[in-house]
């Protein structure tokens, strides 16, 4: 069974938030590169609460959770 971890981003924007600010989401377990891995382009990808990306690096499921600021 594939592991699940809860990552929160915190905004004061409303869903969806876009991930364009950042140069990469690494996982916070393996410190993979996952938009590379998982082939993100993180120009035009956005995250709600029901975005996952899978680790393969630690068979793991990175949930996002937005919390309003």
Same mark, same amino acid.
């Given at each position: 069974?594939?592991?699940?971890?809860? &990552?929160? #981003?915190?905004?004061? %924007? /409303? =869903? =969806? /938030?876009?991930?364009?600010?950042? $140069?990469? &989401? %690494?996982?916070? &377990?393996? $410190?993979?590169?996952?938009? #590379?891995?998982?082939?993100?382009?993180? !120009?035009? +990808?956005?995250? !709600? !609460? $029901?975005?996952?990306?899978? *680790?393969?690096? *630690? $068979? /793991? %499921?990175?949930? +996002?959770?937005?919390?309003?600021?």
């Amino acid at each position: 069974m594939v592991e699940e971890l809860t &990552i929160e #981003v915190k905004s004061v %924007n /409303i =869903p =969806p /938030i876009s991930l364009a600010m950042c $140069d990469s &989401i %690494n996982c916070p &377990i393996c $410190d993979t590169d996952l938009s #590379v891995e998982n082939g993100i382009d993180l !120009d035009h +990808f956005e995250v !709600d !609460d $029901d975005t996952v990306i899978y *680790c393969e690096g *630690c $068979d /793991i %499921n990175l949930k +996002f959770k937005i919390v309003q600021l």
